[in-house]
């Protein structure tokens, strides 16, 4: 007897252990749903709401059928909303109309306009055409331009012109001088051989391993040949750097012989 007493106890404890954890889920799973049915998402148990979420639920489907009307969206539904709303809808259609109208993007009713605001966005379109023109942007008809404003596009392409050439010498001096930020590929045909013959003069001055005597013409090799032959003379003369003494002419070689020694002076 005391046996199952004992039994009957534990299994009434395992129970109430289990309580919490069954509760915790199931307020868990609740407020999943309540989630679930205010943002209209699925799934959405409107019968398992209380009469407080479901004034919320309700509450949420209204803001969110105002904002579906307000951008335009297919699931607005206008017979909901109130006659301030509606209102409201009106003019922030209008205003974006007239928007699209001006920026020529998206859908735009030129019926639905004024007179004014027809008349901006007459003159928004001749802005786009004229910076258009400015900017070589596709074919320029200028037929419909005032003077003024040929004269302003025609300023434009001279600027920006100016400002090409200005980019494209820099980035040919760059190229020229072997720094960082040279653009190979905005060099024309010309400026490419230019670059490369111009930097194989500096590797051959410096008698790095990129020069290409192949490169140099007539008087470019006779002119390094000449510095080198005088480096070359001065290194034997002075007994420093690298000296090759049979590279030295036979007037050179004497000069050197005859040229007095100089020792240094005693330790006292």
């Not at 930020?181 to 001055?205: F, P």
Request: with cysteine; hydrophobic share 40%; net charge neutral.
């Amino acid at each position: 007897m005391t046996k199952m007493l004992s039994g009957v106890a534990w299994v009434a404890l395992a129970c109430l252990s289990l309580w919490p954890v069954s509760l915790v889920a199931g307020a868990s799973d609740t407020a999943a749903n309540l989630l679930a049915c205010k943002q209209g998402s699925k799934p959405c148990d409107r019968s398992r709401l209380t009469r407080s979420e479901q004034t919320e639920v309700a509450r949420a489907d209204h803001v969110r059928n105002v904002s579906d009307c307000r951008n335009g969206f297919a699931s607005c539904d206008r017979s909901r909303l109130s006659d301030t709303e509606a209102a409201a809808l009106a003019v922030a259609e209008h205003d974006r109309n007239v928007s699209n109208c001006i920026d020529a993007i998206g859908v735009c009713d030129p019926f639905r306009l004024t007179r004014a605001e027809a008349q901006d966005v007459t003159a928004a379109a001749q802005h786009r055409r004229i910076a258009a023109c400015q900017a070589s942007l596709g074919p320029c008809d200028a037929t419909a331009f005032t003077g003024a404003e040929r004269a302003d596009v025609a300023a434009g392409v001279r600027a920006r012109s100016e400002q090409a050439l200005a980019e494209r010498l820099r980035n040919l001096s760059t190229c020229m001088q072997g720094w960082d930020g040279c653009d190979r590929s905005l060099l024309g045909q010309r400026e490419t051989i230019d670059v490369d013959v111009a930097r194989n003069m500096v590797d051959c001055r410096g008698g790095r391993d990129g020069c290409d005597y192949s490169f140099l013409s007539q008087s470019e090799a006779a002119a390094l040949a000449s510095a080198e032959r005088l480096r070359n003379y001065t290194a034997c003369a002075k007994g420093r750097g690298y000296c090759d003494r049979s590279r030295l002419t036979p007037l050179e070689a004497a000069a050197i012989r005859a040229a007095p020694v100089v020792t240094a002076p005693p330790a006292r």
